[in-house]
């Protein structure tokens, strides 16, 4: 056996290990996590005061408010707000075989460019090749599976590698997450600084919901992000990480206050990733974990993320691994 094969088939077994140990883990927790101020956070939302609106609506009603015929006109609302939000989620399912096919598009030409850059520096004359691309991720896992989320499967493929999810919560707070692991070894036998880049694919459709009591302070929100972190064994080296805000869809009702519920609002989105000036030890290995991070809360009602109807879905082609010494 050459020595390519020999290198080849010891990457195959790292990562069928990395694989096991991954999936073996009831949480899995990143050896150097993508730091929480980096996170995105739901905005800080008012209490709901529901005795001082009981009060204020007991005030109202000795006044003479009718309070019957305005919840009927806020039921009346809710009504043709619902009909929208079904309209809307309608369209966006519509339109998602044709952001499908923009998405791969748009990947097939950042291949061609990719790959032009990896021919025109990986020379014989080059000992440790400048530019890497990892096609597909050897794992697709959500790392945290709280209530509500419903795993749609996923697919990995050269280029075209994704998953499929949906949540449907009325918890107060949540969060999930599904990551992308992609494993690289470098083969030299110095310290290796690189960069690493990559693409988080969103198609999808989000929705959020409140009960509608006039005298209560009410809300719901969904935020989305992309991430990316590295991780390697211990000892490890502290890695660079990267986030970008992807989504972020709110409803907020004061106390006595007319509101516009459900609302729902496509999401179609590229965040581009990128964490420079990274460290692998020599002969060493990283994961790149690309990550789509959601976080949700409600006062009242729910909110919906839907990326596993048709062609809705969250796609990570490629790692991109520049070396830079």
């Given at each position: 056996m050459d020595q390519s094969a020999t290198k080849s088939k010891a990457a195959s077994t790292r990562a069928a290990e990395i694989k096991a140990a991954l999936?073996?883990?009831?949480?899995i927790t990143p050896l150097q996590p993508v730091p929480a101020k980096r996170r995105p956070r739901l905005r800080q939302r008012p209490a709901a005061q529901p005795a001082a609106g009981q009060l204020l609506a007991s005030a109202l009603e000795k006044s003479g408010f009718d309070a019957a015929a305005f919840e009927r006109m806020q039921a009346e609302a809710r009504a043709e707000m619902q009909r929208k939000a079904e309209a809307q989620r309608a369209d966006a399912l519509r339109n998602s075989a044709a952001a499908r096919a923009a998405m791969s598009a748009d990947v097939e030409a950042r291949r061609k460019v990719i790959e032009r850059l990896v021919a025109s520096t990986n020379t014989a004359a080059i000992a440790q090749a400048p530019q890497v691309v990892l096609d597909e991720p050897f794992l697709i896992w959500p790392a945290t599976s709280?209530?509500?989320?419903?795993?749609?499967?996923?697919?990995?493929?050269?280029?075209?590698?994704?998953?499929?999810?949906?949540?449907?919560?009325?918890?107060?707070?949540?969060?999930?997450e599904i990551r992308f692991y992609f494993l690289w070894e470098s083969s030299s036998d110095q310290l290796v600084v690189f960069n690493a880049s990559s693409w988080l694919m969103f198609s999808g459709y989000c929705q959020v919901d409140i009960q509608g009591h006039w005298w209560e302070t009410e809300w719901s929100g969904i935020e989305i992000s992309a991430e990316?972190?590295?991780?390697?064994?211990?000892?490890?080296?502290?890695?660079p990480s990267d986030s970008e805000n992807v989504f972020d869809l709110n409803l907020d009702k004061p106390s006595f206050g007319s509101y516009i519920s459900p609302w729902g609002e496509r999401v179609f989105r590229t965040a581009v990733l990128e964490a420079d000036g990274a460290l692998v030890i020599p002969q060493g290995?990283?994961?790149?974990?690309?990550?789509?991070l959601l976080q949700w809360g409600s006062s009242s009602?729910?909110?919906e993320a839907d990326f596993n109807s048709g062609d809705f879905e969250v796609m990570c082609p490629f790692v991109e691994i520049q070396v830079v010494s």
């Open positions: 999936t073996a883990a009831a949480r709280p209530p509500g989320l419903v795993w749609g499967g996923s697919q990995i493929e050269p280029w075209n590698s994704w998953a499929k999810f949906r949540i449907d919560s009325t918890a107060a707070y949540g969060e999930a990316l972190g590295l991780m390697e064994p211990p000892p490890g080296i502290a890695k290995w990283v994961v790149i974990m690309v990550s789509a009602g729910g909110i």
